[in-house]
């Protein structure tokens, strides 16, 4: 099967039959709560010209599954994986990792925008699609021609990364920062360090790490003498801001970003130094990051009658809140607020990490702040406008009575919050 998917014969690779690939090969994967081998005959009738099969499930079900084109397999998880790999040597591109607790998909989007500018065929990880299924299905389904292959490496347990470099063999890496985003399942900063430089375990000769010199922990390895390339402060010069955009010089080049934030700056300082050891001009590196306006509900502006919203309700951790507050402070507005839920993952710290967060001065600074969650609360203790929600629908009722024209507002909270709900009642204006 493998020697067919190589020679182009289907048109991508696809496990979710609600998102059917026409000409297709399936892969079944099995979960806790689902069989995706029950799902072989509906993924045919969507349009799959060809499905993997476990050998248990095949010896179950034959009489159902005659006449169709079957590969048997004893995992498809296992197979999912042992494809993607063969397939990223075969094909062969240059591929470039990034990972970190924040800023990977910014970061990896700008990777992306630079490398249009200078090179044909680039591919990149589309969305979110950063996990041991992600990842391989990105490879799987990039085109035979690719010759430059971006990939955002996620975690959400000890050993993800190594796998996913095991599968992914970059030839070079990025690490954006170590902060504190699944604790849970990881268990310390200590241990996140670990597994996010495990993205280097498949590192071959002539291959590079680049690392924010700017974060505590990686700059603690950087100085005991691992072996990585860091942007030189020395070469950054005067960083400005216009109502959230960030310009700045490095090494004589003068950046324009064209997202908010002054975390990305750091997050655009490693792409260049990428791009540079990539040998893309400097022109493109400067067209490419300015090209790069950003994702939905990632720091996207909208408005609803004279308010301003920002929506950055896509993910959250306690260092990304801080950015974003920050970033909002440095717009204009008539009154600059927050509406923060709660960061999950978080595990036995979540008191403690939502509790940090009311000490800070971004939250200080705030004009008003509105908590959703069973944790946020403790983030509005100490501030002298703050109030507490346990339902959206009493939290937007309320930002609707209060909020006013002129007020900017930044919606932040982990995804499976849905903060973006508050604005289904307010009439789009822009």
Not at 91 to 112: H, L, Q, R
Not at 324 to 334: I, K, Y
Not at 347 to 355: F, I, K, N, T, V
Request: glycine residues 8%; negative net charge; hydrophobic residues 40%.
């Amino acid at each position: 099967m493998f020697n067919r998917l190589l020679a182009g014969e289907f048109n991508g690779v696809f496990i979710d039959t609600r998102r059917p690939i026409e000409g297709g090969l399936y892969i079944p994967i099995v979960g806790e709560k689902f069989n995706g081998n029950s799902f072989i005959e509906e993924a045919f009738r969507k349009g799959a010209k060809a499905a993997l099969v476990e050998h248990d499930y095949y010896e179950e079900n034959k009489e159902n599954l005659q006449g169709y084109d079957l590969y048997p397999v004893e995992s498809g998880y296992a197979s999912l994986h042992e494809f993607a790999a063969k397939l990223r040597q075969e094909i062969n591109p240059f591929v470039i990792a990034v990972t970190g607790s924040n800023g990977k998909t910014t970061t990896k989007n700008m990777m992306d925008s630079v490398l249009r500018y200078d090179r044909d065929h680039v591919y990149s990880t589309k969305g979110n699609f950063n996990n041991d299924i992600g990842l391989p299905l990105t490879i799987l389904n990039m085109p035979m021609d690719t010759k430059w292959l971006v990939l955002e490496h996620g975690i959400m347990k000890k050993g993800d990364i190594h796998l996913l470099a095991s599968i992914s063999r970059p030839n070079l890496a990025m690490v954006t920062n170590i902060g504190n985003s699944h604790l849970e399942m990881v268990g310390s900063q200590e241990n996140i360090l670990k597994e996010k430089l495990s993205v280097a375990d498949f590192f071959e000769e002539g291959d590079h790490l680049i690392l924010n010199p700017f974060d505590p922990l990686l700059e603690k390895e950087v100085k005991k003498g691992l072996c990585a390339i860091t942007p030189d402060p020395l070469k950054l010069g005067e960083i400005t801001s216009k109502d959230g955009y960030y310009s700045f010089f490095y090494d004589e080049m003068k950046i324009d970003l064209s997202l908010r934030g002054k975390h990305n700056v750091m997050n655009a300082l490693l792409v260049i130094e990428a791009s540079e050891l990539m040998g893309i001009p400097r022109e493109s590196i400067v067209e490419g990051l300015r090209a790069y306006t950003g994702e939905p509900m990632r720091f996207a502006e909208l408005e609803r009658q004279g308010i301003r919203f920002i929506n950055d309700a896509y993910n959250a951790s306690p260092t990304s809140i801080i950015a974003g507050v920050e970033t909002l402070l440095s717009m204009e507005a008539r009154r600059h607020i927050a509406v923060i839920g709660d960061v999950l993952e978080l595990g036995r710290y979540a008191e403690e990490e939502h509790s940090n967060l009311s000490s800070h001065h971004a939250i200080q600074a705030l004009d008003a702040l509105y908590t959703l969650g069973d944790y946020a609360g403790l983030i509005g203790e100490q501030h002298k406008n703050s109030q507490h929600f346990t339902s959206l629908v009493a939290l937007g009722r309320t930002l609707k009575q209060e909020l006013k024209e002129g007020d900017l507002v930044l919606l932040k909270a982990s995804r499976s919050i849905e903060l973006e709900r508050v604005l289904e009642n307010w009439e789009e204006t822009v």
